[in-house]
């Protein structure tokens, strides 16, 4: 089992910057991949970005492709998501989660585990 936590939301002007983190513990980091989520008021929870054990394949979603990007630090159990030119359609609780293989990244419903979320709210 792994327990994650996330941190590093607020609220930022459109077009501003964010660094959300999300630090593990329990078994093995590096045994798991990872991915971020959100999930907006009224709407589903939605697929971000995800990578793999040791960082050689990332993922994600056309809405955040350019902008947003997904690393880990194995080291130091943690997995982050750098987030850039951030727009009001990007106010969400995010969420990270992990999962033994990657095998669907974009689903949730594929993850083991998951963080309790942290709010990004993006003022226009």
């Known amino acids: 089992q792994v327990q994650l936590v996330e941190s590093g939301g607020g609220l930022v002007q459109a077009g501003g910057s964010l660094s959300l983190a999300c630090a593990a513990s329990?078994?093995?980091?590096?045994?798991?991949?990872m991915g971020w989520f959100r999930q907006a008021p009224g709407k589903e929870r939605e697929f971000v970005a995800a990578?793999?054990?040791?960082?050689?394949?990332?993922y994600y979603a056309d809405s955040v492709k350019g902008r947003f990007t997904i690393s880990r630090d194995n080291a130091k159990n943690t997995v982050y998501l750098r987030m850039n030119s951030l727009k009001p359609e990007d106010t969400a609780v995010y969420y990270c989660?992990?999962?033994?293989?990657?095998?669907?990244?974009?689903?949730?419903?594929?993850?083991?585990?998951w963080g309790q979320g942290t709010q990004v709210t993006v003022s226009s």
């Open positions: 329990g078994r093995t980091f590096s045994v798991y991949g």
């Open positions: 989660a992990a999962v033994n293989t990657i095998v669907g990244p974009t689903t949730p419903s594929a993850y083991d585990y």
């Open positions: 990578i793999t054990r040791r960082s050689g394949t990332t």
